[in-house]
C-alpha cells in the first residue's frame, strides 16, 4: 500500500516532493519511503531524486496502477478501490466477494480482462494497457422493477464520467452503450441478486467496459467495422485512464446519492445522447427469437423506447436489443 500512496502523492505534484514530507503524510519512515521508491523504479516508473529537494515524477508506464487511480480520488474513496494486472473478469471478482459482504461502492479496476464478457454470454475485448474494465458493487433501494433503470443511469454516468475527463461527447444507443459516431466504445452489463422472499434486490454489479487508447488496427476482424474507442474516435491522443477510472468511480457515486430521485436529470441527459431515436431500427425479441424493423420514435419516462413497426404496430420496448441502422 505505501508503493500505491507513494505514486499518489507524486502523481499530485507537478514539484519535487520531499521525503520527510511524504513520511510525515503517510505516517511511514523515510527507509519505507526510500523502498516505494525503489519498488516503483521497478515497475517501470521513471523518478528523478535530487538531494535536499527530494523526488519528482518523470513518466510511468500506462498500467492502472492503484497509486495513479489513487492520485484522482479523495483519502476516504480509496480503501474500497482495487486495481489489478490482469483478472478473468471484474464482475466475477466481485461475485466471489458477496460472500464477505463488501461495502457498497467496492470497485474493481483491471488492466486487462481474459474473459470479459457482455450481454448474451457475448466476449468482451480486454485487451491489456489500452481499455478500462471496472465493475462496482452498489445497493440502491427498491424492487426488482424498479432495477431496470439502473442500466440507463449508469450510461448517463459513463457519459458525463468521459465528457468531464476528456471533454469527448459520446451519444447511447438504446439501452446500454456508448457509441461515437456509428462506432461503439462502452459497454455496459448490470447483474442483480434478489432476495426472493420479499422481492428486494440486495446486490447491484454494474460492469463497465471502455475502449479508450486502441488504435483503428489494434480491433479484432469481427468487430473492426463496428468498434472504436476514445482515442481513435477523435484525433488519437493518448488518453489518461486513470483519470476517466476515477471520475467513473465518483460518477457512479453520484449515481447512488441521485438514485431515485434525481431521475429527471439522467431521463434529460439519456434523451438528448440517445442515438436511437429517430432513426430504423431492429428490435431482437430473445424469448420468442422474432426479430421486427421499425422506427424509435421516443424514449418513454421510465427509460423504454416507443418503436413503431413497419406492420403498423407499435410497442414500447423495455428488454432484449435495438440495432441502429446507421
Wanted: aromatic share 6%; hydrophobic share 35%.
Amino acid at each position: 500500500m505505501t508503493k500505491d500512496e507513494v505514486l499518489s502523492i507524486l502523481r499530485s505534484n507537478d514539484s519535487y516532493v520531499s521525503g520527510e514530507a511524504i513520511s510525515v503524510s503517510l505516517g511511514v519512515t523515510r527507509a519505507a519511503v526510500n523502498g516505494a521508491v525503489k519498488a516503483l523504479k521497478g515497475d517501470g516508473c521513471v523518478i528523478d531524486s535530487v538531494t535536499n529537494k527530494g523526488y519528482r515524477l518523470l513518466s510511468c508506464p500506462d498500467k492502472l496502477l492503484p497509486g495513479d487511480v489513487y492520485s484522482y480520488l479523495p483519502q476516504e474513496r480509496r480503501k474500497n478501490v482495487i486495481c489489478l494486472s490482469t483478472i478473468d473478469s471484474t464482475s466475477n471478482r466481485l461475485k466471489e466477494m458477496l460472500k464477505d459482504n463488501p461495502e457498497s461502492g467496492t470497485c474493481i479496476i483491471a488492466n486487462e480482462q481474459t474473459g470479459g464478457r457482455g450481454r448474451l454470454g457475448r466476449r468482451f475485448e480486454s485487451p491489456s494497457d489500452s481499455g478500462i474494465y471496472l465493475s462496482m458493487l452498489i445497493r440502491p433501494s427498491g424492487e426488482l422493477s424498479d432495477m431496470s433503470e439502473i442500466t440507463a443511469w449508469t450510461a448517463v454516468a459513463v457519459h458525463n464520467a468521459i465528457l468531464s475527463a476528456f471533454g469527448i461527447e459520446t451519444s447511447i444507443k438504446w439501452v446500454n452503450d456508448l457509441f461515437i459516431g456509428s462506432r461503439k466504445v462502452c459497454g455496459i452489463l448490470t447483474e442483480l441478486s434478489v432476495e426472493g422472499e420479499i422481492g428486494l434486490v440486495s446486490n447491484v454489479i454494474v460492469g463497465i467496459g471502455i475502449n479508450v487508447n486502441q488504435k483503428a488496427d489494434e480491433f479484432p476482424a469481427e468487430i473492426a467495422d463496428i468498434a472504436t474507442s476514445l482515442s481513435a474516435g477523435t484525433d488519437g491522443s493518448h488518453l489518461d485512464r486513470a483519470r476517466l477510472a476515477a471520475q467513473i468511480i465518483l460518477e457512479m457515486d453520484k449515481l447512488v446519492s441521485d438514485w431515485p430521485s434525481g431521475k429527471p436529470s439522467y431521463l434529460e441527459t439519456y434523451r438528448s445522447c440517445c442515438i436511437s431515436l429517430g432513426r430504423d431500427v431492429t428490435v431482437s425479441n430473445y424469448a420468442t427469437g422474432e426479430k421486427k424493423q421499425g422506427r424509435a420514435i421516443a424514449l418513454n419516462d421510465d427509460f423504454s423506447l416507443f418503436v413503431k413497426f413497419d406492420d403498423g404496430s407499435s410497442s414500447n420496448v423495455m428488454s432484449g436489443e435495438v440495432s441502429v441502422r446507421f
